[in-house]
């Protein structure tokens, strides 16, 4: 199945597969637009005093006839007046019976219930036949209503079929949207307008925030270049897939040369939560203008042209080892703690990507996310999701960035956080974003310490044990809560990290100075080597 949007026809379009047989369903949004939910339950608070006025209606309807009887009907035959005495009786306990009814539909829409709608729709369905029945019988067969009250039940009839087509729609809204409103999920004229075109006030030059630049349409690739294998995801989460691919080579563009060049592609789900299709557009843009550096992830390219039907597609450069954190517990057993230099010694390669890390790999990947770190902080561009999982590795072992600008811009949508009992990388954020959602290069900095902190315990979990609560938040930003010296790492180094992890913003240091710091430290190491374990490692490899 699948979903597309089409702003300009105010519509949305299921597609549903089965087999080779492709189907089409075309359902025309009700309410001028009116978001469903807020629809559904508006009718059920209308239909209450619909019901109410109905009521009295048929009370006002029935005195009248009855002061209206003369001789003839007195005369009539005994069934019809019982007919009519069962269609009066009738007519009631519809509109009583519809009063609580009505507070199932509410219910149901407001907690957004597909099998209570769908019991909804059958009930009132099968009083509300009946009941046109009746109405058919009691104008045109014993020709018994005015002109007012034939105005009246044809328009209630009419209000009737309309509210079913309502809930129907609503239904179909929750089975293949799940847990969020249709307007949630859709990109107006005026955002997708905003995402090429940027604000026409401030030009592509000015130093401002990238949301309010224009695409760089220079960087746009025809959806027929990417060749996809959906069959291997390189990953994969609530902010959608990542997947390997192919860039089919064209001329004239320096990237693939004369032959297809392997790359990774990021795209979303297209029933995936609005929130996320705009912060990966954000992101898309944050790429365009930050520009290339070699720690940070580089972008190739973007396929756009099929935005308003959500289908969007960020081609990056392929990074063939994957995160860190993945890499160094896969390579746990290899690990030897030593420097290259000994490596060197004792005939093991530390320049390929067969060769097992050690010491140096880990103080020179801190060097070079912190170096990705100081160029993006340059660019006035917050990460706010840094972690070991967002460091990539290259086929020759160089750390680049990715991710940035993604999960900050997550944090502003209520739908995000309240998915989960806590936000997602609680773990890694500074003490000022726990509790109060600020960002800044100095929450950054605090991330980039647990980092290098997950780099040297060759990727476990910080805080392990820990489950996050306010109290967690709160004791961190009043120093009860630290993570203790990493197994690989000197005390020189944790003392470095101890820095980054400064309650205080103001006082963590810069991302330039992170870099020279480790620059430093990578020119004159100072570890403390466990040659017992260099020594096993010879004896068994």
């Keep these: 199945m699948q979903i597309s949007v089409n702003p300009q026809q105010n519509k949305f379009v299921m597609n549903r597969s089965k087999g080779d047989a492709n189907s089409r369903y075309r359902v025309g949004r009700p309410c001028f637009g ?4 807020g629809a559904v339950k508006s009718l059920a608070i209308t239909e209450v005093g619909v019901q109410i006025g109905m009521i009295l209606c048929i009370t006002t309807g029935i005195m009248s006839s009855l002061n209206a009887w003369g001789p003839m009907d007195a005369n009539r035959h005994i069934h019809v007046k019982i007919l009519r005495f069962f269609i009066w009786g009738y007519f009631y306990v519809y509109h009583i019976v519809s009063i609580p009814i009505t507070k199932m539909l509410y219910s149901s829409a407001d907690k957004r219930r597909k099998l209570r709608l769908q019991r909804w729709m059958i009930i009132s369905s099968i009083i509300f036949i009946p009941y046109v029945v009746a109405y058919l019988v009691y104008t045109f067969y014993l020709g ?13 009839i009419v209000y009737k079929l309309y509210s079913f087509w309502v809930v129907f729609c609503y239904i179909i809204e929750i089975k293949y949207y799940g847990g969020f409103n249709s307007a949630l999920r859709e990109l107006s004229d005026e955002e997708i307008e905003s995402f090429f075109q940027g604000h026409p006030t401030i030009s592509p030059h000015e130093d401002s925030d990238v949301k309010h630049k224009p695409y760089r349409s220079d960087l746009e690739i025809p959806f027929t270049r990417i060749k996809l294998d959906e ?12 997947l390997k691919a192919k860039l089919l080579a064209v001329e004239g563009d320096p990237f693939t040369a004369s032959r297809s060049t392997t790359v990774a592609v990021k795209t979303l ?36 042209s099929m935005l308003k039907e959500r289908k969007i597609y960020i081609v990056v450069e392929f990074c063939k080892l994957g995160c860190i954190t993945n890499y ?16 060197a010694s004792v005939g093991i390669a530390s320049d390929t990507s067969y060769a097992p890390p050690c010491l140096s790999d880990l103080i020179k990947w801190s060097w070079q996310t912190a170096s990705g770190m100081e160029y993006i902080s340059s660019k006035k561009i917050i990460h706010g999701d840094l972690a070991g999982r967002n460091v990539l590795l290259t086929e020759d072992k160089t750390a680049k960035i990715c991710d940035f600008g ?9 739908a995000y956080i309240k998915q989960n009992d806590s936000p997602m990388p609680w773990r890694w954020m500074s003490p000022e974003s726990l509790c109060d959602l600020k960002f800044s290069t100095a929450s950054d900095v605090w991330s980039f310490g647990i980092t290098m902190w997950e780099f040297f315990t060759l990727g476990e979990t910080p805080y392990a044990g820990y489950g996050y609560t306010t109290e967690f938040g709160e004791q961190l930003k009043g120093n009860d809560i630290r993570l203790c010296k990493p197994p690989y790492a000197s005390d020189e180094l944790f003392s470095v990290m101890q820095s980054y992890w400064n309650s205080d913003p103001e006082k963590r240091p810069s991302f330039t100075d992170v870099r020279t710091q480790l620059e430093h430290i990578l020119q004159r190491p100072s570890l403390q080597e466990r040659p017992s374990i260099l020594l096993d490692y010879i004896s068994f490899g």
């Design 34 to 37: 009116f978001f469903l939910q």
């Design 144 to 156: 018994w209503s005015h002109n007012y009250g034939i105005a009246i039940f044809g328009g209630l």
């Design 231 to 242: 069959r291997n995801p390189l990953g994969s989460g609530a902010f959608g897939t990542v």
């Design 269 to 304: 789900s297209k029933d995936a939560n609005v929130c996320y299709f705009r912060a990966l557009l954000l992101e898309l843009k944050t790429l365009s203008y930050v520009g290339p550096h070699e720690n940070v992830v580089n972008l190739v390219g973007a396929c756009t």
């Design 328 to 343: 160094l517990r896969a390579n746990r057993g290899t690990f030897v703690p030593c420097l290259d230099v000994q490596l």
């Design 406 to 414: 993604l999960s900050r811009q997550l944090y502003h949508y209520s």
